[in-house]
C-alpha cells in the first residue's frame, strides 16, 4: 500500500503566486494539501490529483465567531480533512475537551479528523509517552466511535519535541507507539491510518515508512514548502 503524505503548510507560505506553485508541486495521488485558510483556494485550484485538508475548524456551527472558520464552509470547499489537535494548537490551550469536540464537528460534516496525538520532551524523558498518547487518543476515539463517526479517522504520531526542531525518533520507538496506536483502535474496530511526524525531509523519510513498518504515511511541515524537497518525496514513494 502506498503511504499517505500530508503536508502541512502552517502559516506558510506568504503569497498566492507561492501558494500556487507548492500546490502545483505537490499535486499527486496520495498526498493531502493542508494550507493556511486564505490559500485554500488558490490552493484547491491548482490541485486535481491530491486531497485538499485544513489545518483548523471552529467547535460551532455557525454565528458570532470572530476569526472562526465552520464545518459547513470547510465541507463546501471541497476540504476532505482537518488536523485536529496538532501540538502548536495544544500549546496555545487546547485541550482533550475542546479537541474532541472539534473532532466531531468535521465527522459530522463528512470530512475526517486527522488527529495529532505526541509527547514533550519532558514526558518522555520520564517515559510517559504511551500514557500520554493513550489519553488523547482515547478521548478522541471514544466519542466518535459513540456517534459512529470513527470510520474516517486518520491519526498523526508526532512527538512534540521533533517538531520544527530537526530532532527524530527513532524508527523504533515511532513504530512502538504507532503499533500501541492501532491495538488501541482495534478495540474500537478501527484500523486508522498512522502517519509519522517530526522534522521529515527528503533524507529521513524512508526510515519511517517502508516494509518493516506499520506506520502508513507523514505528516511533513518545513519541508513541504520548499519545492526540491516536496518533489523528492513524491517521487521516492507515490510515483
Ligand atoms: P515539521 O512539522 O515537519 O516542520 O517538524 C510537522 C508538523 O508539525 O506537522
Redesign the pocket.
Known amino acids: 500500500m502506498k503511504p499517505i503524505l500530508?503536508f502541512?503548510w502552517?502559516m506558510n507560505p506568504q503569497t498566492e503566486t507561492e501558494a500556487a506553485a507548492l500546490a502545483r508541486a505537490s499535486d499527486e495521488t496520495g498526498v493531502i494539501v493542508f494550507p493556511p485558510f486564505p490559500l485554500i483556494h488558490v490552493a484547491r485550484e491548482n490541485l486535481i490529483r491530491a486531497k485538499l485538508g485544513a489545518q483548523d475548524v471552529s467547535v460551532s456551527e455557525s454565528g458570532a465567531h470572530t476569526g472562526e472558520v465552520s464545518s459547513k464552509m470547510l465541507e463546501s470547499m471541497g476540504v476532505s480533512l482537518v488536523?485536529i489537535g496538532?501540538?502548536?494548537r495544544r500549546k496555545q490551550g487546547e485541550e482533550d475537551g475542546l479537541i474532541v469536540q472539534k473532532a466531531l464537528q468535521v465527522a459530522r460534516h463528512g470530512i475526517s479528523p486527522l488527529l495529532?496525538v505526541g509527547e514533550t520532551a519532558e514526558e518522555r524523558g520520564s517515559g510517559r509517552e504511551e500514557e500520554v498518547v493513550t489519553r488523547q487518543l482515547r478521548a478522541v476515539i471514544e466519542a466518535l466511535a459513540h456517534e459512529g463517526l470513527a470510520n474516517g479517522l486518520m491519526v498523526?504520531y508526532?512527538p512534540v519535541w521533533?517538531?520544527?526542531?530537526g530532532e527524530n525518533d527513532t524508527p523504533e520507538d515511532a513504530n512502538r507507539v504507532a503499533e500501541m496506536i492501532l491495538k488501541i483502535a482495534e478495540g474500537y474496530k478501527l484500523s486508522p491510518r498512522v502517519l509519522y511526524?517530526?522534522?521529515?525531509t527528503s533524507a529521513t523519510a524512508s526510515r519511517y515508512i517502508g516494509k518493516h513498518s506499520v506506520l502508513g504515511g507523514l505528516?511533513?511541515?518545513?519541508?513541504?514548502l520548499k519545492l526540491q524537497e516536496v518533489r523528492n518525496i513524491i517521487v521516492e514513494f507515490l510515483l
Open positions: 500530508a502541512n502552517k488536523i496538532h501540538s502548536e495529532c498523526a508526532e521533533a517538531i520544527g526542531t511526524g517530526g522534522s521529515v505528516l511533513v511541515g518545513g519541508a513541504s
